[in-house]
């Protein structure tokens, strides 16, 4: 959840709303930090690590003031959640933040990542012989 911002109550509802939905469409679990960060990229990956289960989860850091995004996923997150759908959020939260739209930018970006680590349903059918 978000720390050290100035979010209407209403939007701290809905950021929980965003992250709650991602956990459950994914199966991954999902961080999100907006404001300052220490360490760059390794500070992420760090709030990475502080999370329940960090091999599958991704961590979201966002500080509007610098213009900084980073997104970090663990080691069975990034199986489903690669490069590619990493620069897809990436993407879609920067364009929403350079209109000011950071909770929109969020739920945007979180929603491309929850759809690509979305759980792989297979079913198996026996066939008469």
């Known amino acids: 959840m978000p720390s050290g911002s100035s979010f209407s109550v209403a939007q701290r509802a809905e950021l929980q709303r965003i992250l709650t939905h991602a956990e ?3 199966g991954l679990t999902f961080g999100l930090r907006v404001g300052a960060w220490q360490g760059g990229r390794e500070g992420v990956e760090a709030m990475l690590g502080g999370l329940p289960d960090p091999d599958r989860s991704v961590m979201i850091a ?4 610098s213009r900084r995004l980073e997104i970090v996923t663990g080691r069975l997150a990034r199986i489903s959640i690669d490069d590619h759908a990493c620069a897809l959020a990436s993407l879609s939260m920067t ?10 930018g969020i739920r945007d970006g979180m929603s ?3 759809d690509h680590g979305r759980r792989q349903h297979v079913e198996h059918l026996d066939l008469p012989n």
């Open 24 to 26: 459950e469409a994914s």
């Open 112 to 114: 491309i990542l929850a």
């Open 62 to 65: 966002v500080d509007p003031e």
């Open 95 to 104: 364009s929403s933040f350079a209109v000011d739209d950071i909770v929109g």
